[in-house]
């Protein structure tokens, strides 16, 4: 059965930083890329970030780009997400979801639970 | 980037009646090279994250009730619900991937 489950949330203050985790199992985690996408309060889908099954190629979100770094440890079988310079609309529930496919983009066939990131003084 | 635009926001349907929720994206999504349209479609239930359910526009997930169908080309797109039941209550997006990933803003489906 395929499970990812994230971690890392949290309360931080605007500026701050934050790396959120999420540990794949069920499958063979280097085979397949891998996305972070997320949800504020009460409004819908955002993605964020894709990583390549070998990191090669990495995509970012406008909304993040320069401010957040996606990385991932096949032999960890772990995604990670650096959060840097936090904004209060950063504040989202933040799913890592599996790619089905390679390079480009595709939906997503799997998803974690999420784990809360609330960015606030 | 690609926006993706749902309505209604919300519908009330009757147990066993018909739910048709569409999608309309601000250019296609349909590769000529592969003939094939980028778009998908979730269902997300309070609390829990997106689950999928069509993809290709109209492919079946594996392990979804037959009753969700999705069709369309190009700009335009529906999911259906054949017959509603109480446990499609929830909220559906569509999401394009033609280029940088974007989801529609939901369509909260309720009993009526």
């Known amino acids: 059965e395929v499970q990812l489950v994230e971690s890392g949330g949290g309360l931080v203050q605007p500026g701050g930083s934050l790396r959120l985790s999420c540990v794949a199992s069920?499958?063979?985690?280097?085979?397949?890329?891998m996305s972070w996408v997320r949800q504020a309060p009460g409004k819908g889908l955002e993605w964020v970030s894709k990583i390549r099954s070998s990191s090669s190629i990495i995509y970012y979100a406008d909304s993040v780009k320069g401010r957040f770094t996606i990385s991932r440890d096949n032999a960890k079988n772990s995604l990670y997400l650096q959060m840097n310079s936090l904004r209060d609309e950063d504040t989202a529930v933040y799913f890592c979801?599996?790619?089905?496919?390679?390079?480009?983009?595709?939906?997503?066939?799997?998803w974690g639970q999420g784990t809360l990131v609330t960015v606030s003084s | 980037d690609i926006v993706m635009t749902q309505s209604p926001d919300s519908l009330a349907v009757s147990l066993g009646e018909r739910a048709t929720i569409n999608c309309k994206s601000s250019?296609?999504?349909?590769?000529?090279?592969?003939?094939?349209?980028?778009l998908a479609w979730y269902q997300q239930k309070p609390g829990r994250p997106p689950k999928l359910l069509i993809y290709?526009?109209?492919t079946r997930e594996s392990g979804v009730p037959d009753r969700f169908s999705g069709s369309g080309s190009g700009t335009d797109f529906t999911l259906t619900i054949s017959t509603l039941q109480a446990e499609d209550v929830a909220v559906y997006y569509c999401q394009q991937y033609h280029s940088t990933p974007t989801f529609g803003q939901g369509t909260k489906v309720e009993i009526k």
């Open positions: 069920g499958f063979t985690f280097s085979d397949y890329s």
């Open positions: 250019q296609t999504v349909l590769y000529s090279s592969t003939n094939k349209n980028y």
């Open positions: 290709w526009a109209s």
């Open positions: 979801a599996r790619d089905p496919y390679g390079s480009g983009f595709y939906y997503f066939d799997y």
